[in-house]
């Protein structure tokens, strides 16, 4: 067994790497100023950007659930592994050779390392079968289906033999154990023992969004297969099929800067869609759009302004209109705009490039149509608008569609159309938009939601209101310099200048309270439209909070004339940028004392970084 990795080796593999490729490979990442850059947080949900990445000093933090720490943390906290399999991972990204106290070298049985590797060898093993005269049914389901070799490579397609024991005879010849085969998931257990999973079939890899192999989809192909038509790999330490999109990982550079993202309903209908030039198409993975899924989609599309676009396609029989039903209960998670496209003749996005070729499949994304009208229309279709009281109905149920959409400015529009299909006046069309605005919501209705779904966000925006007052906050003097900071910040933002907003919402604050103010005016600064206004924070904060962000930005300072003021916004400001510096350069002469002086590499960054710090702090004081 390895021992531990020299504290040299830690130190300078994290000095080698750059926080931002790590992070960047699970949260889409904006910049946020010089030396900063944001993006949705991956630890809980949220709908404006609050988690911040520094990559000069190798820390990230979110303002809103309170996460932070280094790339290892990251790695830890986001792909369940220990720290020294973290180290060992980042080791290996950059080619650096770890040295352990006893001179032994990486293990290689960490419980994650080794589930992966399983899957990997498995999917070579696969590939490398859909070459054998056996698989000759899976290249023929794929040749008819528009897929020759080249397609099959590119997406790690394979074949499972129609065999007990092939894959698993295999992989143990490679080392790996029985238990360690059950627990990824490729073998099943019964009377006799374990026995391969996968049997006969066309089997798909199925990655995470860094593209390791988690788990596979199993096409039947044999008409002696009793099976389900797809079988995948059950729940397993590393896969988790409501936080998987198959396709992601060669989709996410493309939908993060497009900003748009398509999702189908199969691994053919991905395949389809990249080879056709819709390279932002991913799937869920044998289970039904959710919750988990809009999380991971969210951090990758970068999801917070509201200018992305988000595409669903869907058959056109009656389980595709409940598909789209389905997905119009979530659309609100959403900030990006929600579509769908439904192809002619019912054809998914795999039969319709048979048909029509790669030029119709981009047409179908490219004529999509807004949800809101497709879900309105779906809506309609169940009532006879020739009699009154098919049209009295069908008003009653479509006017809360219009009334949930999210941009106002759209709402008349959409309140017009819903007039002219119903062929009603618009002034009755309008009541019933507003009445359905005002009601509140019945169980059963759209956005409701079980308590153990709903989000911390959901439940706090909900929760009876709080009395916060700015005079029960604790005297101490750290807590006075927030509260004195927030004051100038929301009564006087054009006198403390943006840079300074910006560093001074990067700080650490010890009152949760006055944190939450402070993530509010962190959030304005993100928007497109950064100016920081008394009622933008408010609209940011969670309800309990409003009041505390309205006695603060109507408390008096203690200076008055303007040139005074000025002078002391920017002071007391600058004070609480100067606290955060200080308590990151404390940390870092932390981190030297504890280096070894041999080791001129790691000295020299913390060194150099302590130099930045001070450099800083000398500028901040200079203005």
């Given at each position: 067994?390895?021992?531990?990795?020299?504290?040299?080796?830690?130190?300078?593999?994290?000095?080698?790497?750059?926080?931002?490729?790590?992070?960047?490979?699970?949260?889409?990442?904006?910049?946020?100023?010089?030396?900063?850059?944001?993006?949705?947080?991956?630890?809980?949900?949220?709908?404006?950007?609050?988690?911040?990445?520094?990559?000069?000093?190798?820390?990230?933090?979110?303002?809103?659930?309170?996460?932070?720490?280094?790339?290892?943390?990251?790695?830890?906290?986001?792909?369940?592994?220990?720290?020294?399999?973290?180290?060992?991972?980042?080791?290996?990204?950059?080619?650096?050779?770890?040295?352990?106290?006893?001179?032994?070298?990486?293990?290689?049985?960490?419980?994650?390392?080794?589930?992966?590797?399983?899957?990997?060898?498995?999917?070579?093993?696969?590939?490398?079968?859909?070459?054998?005269?056996?698989?000759?049914?899976?290249?023929?389901?794929?040749?008819?289906?528009?897929?020759?070799?080249?397609?099959?490579?590119r997406f790690g397609v394979g074949f499972a033999p129609k065999s007990w024991d092939a894959l698993t005879g295999h992989l143990k010849a490679r080392g790996f154990t029985t238990d360690e085969l059950a627990a990824s998931g490729l073998v099943s257990q019964g009377d006799r023992g374990v026995y391969d999973r996968?049997?006969?079939?066309?089997?798909?890899?199925?990655?995470?969004?860094?593209?390791?192999?988690?788990?596979?989809?199993a096409r039947r192909l044999l008409d002696d297969d009793k099976g389900p038509k797809y079988l995948n790999t059950p729940e397993t330490a590393i896969y988790h099929k409501s936080q998987v999109l198959y396709g992601l990982d060669l989709a996410k550079r493309d939908i993060a800067k497009t900003h748009r993202v398509?999702?189908?309903?199969?691994?053919?209908?991905?395949?389809?869609?990249?080879?056709?030039?819709?390279?932002?198409?991913?799937?869920?993975?044998?289970?039904?759009?959710?919750?988990?899924?809009?999380?991971?989609?969210?951090?990758?599309?970068?999801?917070?302004?509201?200018?992305?676009?988000?595409?669903?396609?869907?058959?056109?029989?009656?389980?595709?209109?409940?598909?789209?039903?389905?997905?119009?209960?979530?659309?609100?998670?959403?900030?990006?705009?929600?579509?769908?496209?439904?192809?002619?003749?019912?054809?998914?996005?795999?039969?319709?490039?048979?048909?029509?070729?790669?030029?119709?499949?981009?047409?179908?994304?490219?004529?999509?149509?807004?949800?809101?009208?497709?879900?309105?229309?779906?809506?309609?279709?169940?009532?006879?608008?020739?009699?009154?009281?098919?049209?009295?109905?069908?008003?009653?149920?479509?006017?809360?569609?219009?009334?949930?959409?999210?941009?106002?400015?759209?709402?008349?529009?959409?309140?017009?159309?819903?007039?002219?299909?119903?062929?009603?006046?618009?002034?009755?069309?309008?009541?019933?938009?507003?009445?359905?605005?005002?009601?509140?919501?019945?169980?059963?209705?759209?956005?409701?939601?079980?308590?153990?779904?709903?989000?911390?966000?959901?439940?706090?925006?909900?929760a009876p209101e709080r009395p916060f007052s700015i005079t029960q906050l604790p005297g101490d003097p750290a807590t006075r310099l927030e509260r004195d900071a927030l004051q100038a910040m929301l009564q006087y933002p054009d006198a403390v200048g943006d840079e300074l907003l910006r560093h001074a919402v990067d700080?650490?604050?010890?009152?949760?309270?006055?944190?939450?103010?402070?993530?509010?005016?962190?959030?304005?600064?993100?928007?497109?439209?950064?100016?920081?206004?008394?009622?933008?924070?408010?609209?940011?904060?969670?309800?309990?909070?409003?009041?505390?962000?309205?006695?603060?930005?109507?408390?008096?300072?203690?200076?008055?004339?303007?040139?005074?003021?000025?002078?002391?916004?920017?002071?007391?400001?600058?004070?609480?940028?100067?606290?955060?510096?200080?308590?990151?350069?404390?940390?870092?002469?932390?981190?030297?004392?504890?280096?070894?002086?041999?080791?001129?590499?790691?000295?020299?960054?913390?060194?150099?970084?302590?130099?930045?710090?001070?450099?800083?702090?000398?500028?901040?004081?200079?203005?």
């Open positions: 067994m390895a021992g531990r990795i020299r504290q040299s080796d830690v130190d300078e593999v994290k000095a080698r790497t750059n926080i931002a490729d790590i992070v960047g490979e699970h949260v889409s990442l904006k910049s946020a100023g010089v030396g900063s850059m944001k993006g949705l947080c991956p630890f809980h949900d949220e709908r404006s950007p609050s988690f911040h990445v520094r990559p000069g000093l190798g820390y990230y933090h979110c303002f809103g659930c309170g996460e932070s720490g280094d790339a290892y943390t990251f790695l830890q906290r986001m792909d369940h592994v220990s720290f020294t399999e973290a180290v060992e991972r980042l080791a290996g990204r950059i080619g650096f050779e770890l040295h352990y106290e006893d001179g032994g070298q990486a293990s290689d049985h960490g419980n994650r390392a080794r589930l992966l590797a399983a899957n990997q060898a498995a999917a070579e093993f696969f590939v490398e079968r859909l070459g054998s005269p056996e698989a000759e049914v899976g290249r023929r389901f794929l040749g008819e289906r528009g897929f020759d070799a080249e397609a099959a490579r996968f049997r006969g079939r066309l089997v798909w890899p199925i990655r995470d969004v860094t593209g390791q192999t988690v788990g596979f989809g398509v999702v189908v309903e199969g691994y053919t209908d991905v395949m389809a869609c990249h080879l056709a030039g819709v390279t932002t198409a991913i799937a869920t993975c044998g289970t039904s759009f959710g919750v988990d899924h809009i999380k991971v989609l969210r951090r990758v599309l970068g999801d917070d302004s509201g200018v992305g676009e988000v595409v669903f396609t869907f058959d056109g029989d009656a389980a595709g209109q409940q598909a789209a039903m389905r997905a119009f209960g979530e659309e609100q998670r959403f900030a990006a705009q929600t579509f769908v496209a439904v192809a002619p003749d019912g054809l998914d996005p795999c039969d319709l490039r048979l048909a029509r070729g790669d030029a119709a499949v981009r047409t179908l994304i490219d004529s999509r149509t807004p949800l809101f009208d497709f879900v309105i229309r779906h809506t309609l279709a169940r009532y006879d608008l020739e009699t009154v009281e098919g049209r009295v109905a069908a008003l009653r149920a479509a006017a809360p569609v219009v009334a949930e959409i999210r941009d106002p400015a759209m709402r008349p529009g959409y309140t017009r159309e819903l007039a002219r299909m119903l062929g009603v006046e618009l002034g009755e069309v309008t009541r019933a938009v507003r009445s359905a605005s005002s009601r509140p919501k019945q169980a059963g209705e759209r956005g409701t939601q079980s308590a153990a779904s709903r989000t911390e966000a959901d439940q706090a925006a909900d700080s650490r604050f010890g009152n949760p309270s006055l944190a939450v103010i402070r993530d509010g005016i962190a959030s304005v600064l993100a928007a497109p439209d950064p100016a920081v206004r008394v009622d933008r924070v408010i609209a940011e904060v969670p309800a309990p909070f409003a009041g505390l962000v309205q006695q603060l930005a109507v408390a008096p300072v203690p200076q008055r004339v303007e040139g005074e003021l000025s002078a002391y916004v920017q002071a007391v400001v600058s004070a609480l940028v100067d606290r955060e510096l200080l308590r990151q350069k404390s940390e870092l002469l932390g981190r030297l004392q504890r280096t070894d002086r041999t080791d001129l590499a790691a000295y020299g960054a913390l060194q150099r970084a302590l130099v930045e710090i001070e450099a800083e702090r000398r500028s901040l004081r200079a203005d």
